[in-house]
């Protein structure tokens, strides 16, 4: 059945009933996409656990929220619709890529909500990018805004140059493009320091948008995560054909909570 809080979050609650269910897991999209994301891992452990698929404001069903958001706020959104199942046994967060961001921001903003996060490909701190790559991107920027100046000279239309010079997720953002541009700025070091909650972490192996490497550096942070790097995976194909070694790890990791 599909619900929605005040602020206008939609969500499915599937599997167990939450009353009497050992555990709530909450499950949180990445960036462009929405609940469906998740729903062949919630039918999975539907037996185990109640679950909580969300479009978080802006994606799926759910309408933008009113000004342009920070993880901060997408995560504090959440709390408000999490909180009333707080007497579940267990609660947790899973989160792929932007998901993350919300996840490690929900964890340390409101700790007494979440039993455990398991993050996957999560976003959160700047990637490490090699010299050359630097160069290149800072090319492009600096070509950008040179033309973007110049447009009214030469008659050029500057959202064509957008959507020339800008990453796919750019492009498709739409109306969501403040939200977008202001969620890859941050940098959730400290966020991440402050998460107490038991955390595993797992990438992608061949994952070139979220690689390994942050998970890496997530895990020296987090006072209590683990990490797992699972190989010949990608971004997205950790949620298809990889799903079922994640969808295992998650099993094991609702267990080891206590």
Not at 22 to 48: D, Y
Not at 231 to 247: A, C, K, M
């Amino acid at each position: 059945m599909l619900l929605q809080n005040e602020t206008k979050m939609l969500f499915d609650m599937t599997g167990l009933p939450s009353e009497t269910a050992p555990c709530l897991i909450v499950w949180g999209h990445g960036w462009g996409q929405n609940r469906s994301m998740f729903k062949p891992f919630a039918e999975t452990l539907s037996a185990r656990a109640a679950h909580m698929l969300v479009d978080f404001p802006g994606f799926g069903l759910s309408p933008p929220p009113p000004q342009s958001w920070g993880t901060a706020d997408y995560a504090d959104a959440l709390a408000k619709l999490i909180r009333p199942y707080r007497g579940v046994k267990k609660i947790v967060y899973v989160g792929h890529s932007f998901g993350g961001r919300i996840g490690i921001q929900i964890a340390a903003r409101h700790p007494e909500l979440i039993d455990g996060l398991f993050l996957i490909g999560s976003a959160g701190l700047p990637r490490k990018r090699k010299f050359m790559k630097k160069l290149e991107m800072a090319c492009r920027v600096y070509t950008f805004k040179t033309l973007k100046h110049l447009a009214p000279l030469f008659g050029l239309n500057v959202e064509t140059l957008r959507t020339k010079f800008g990453s796919a997720d750019y492009r498709t953002a739409g109306s969501m493009r403040p939200i977008f541009m202001r969620m890859i700025s941050e940098n959730l070091s400290r966020e991440a320091q402050q998460v107490k909650c038991p955390v595993q972490l797992v990438y992608g192996a061949n994952d070139t948008e979220t690689p390994p490497e942050i998970g890496q550096r997530l895990a020296k942070i987090m006072a209590k995560a683990a990490l797992t790097i699972l190989p010949e995976q990608d971004h997205y194909s950790v949620l298809g054909e990889g799903r079922h070694v994640v969808i295992k790890r998650l099993a094991d990791f609702m267990e080891s909570i206590r």
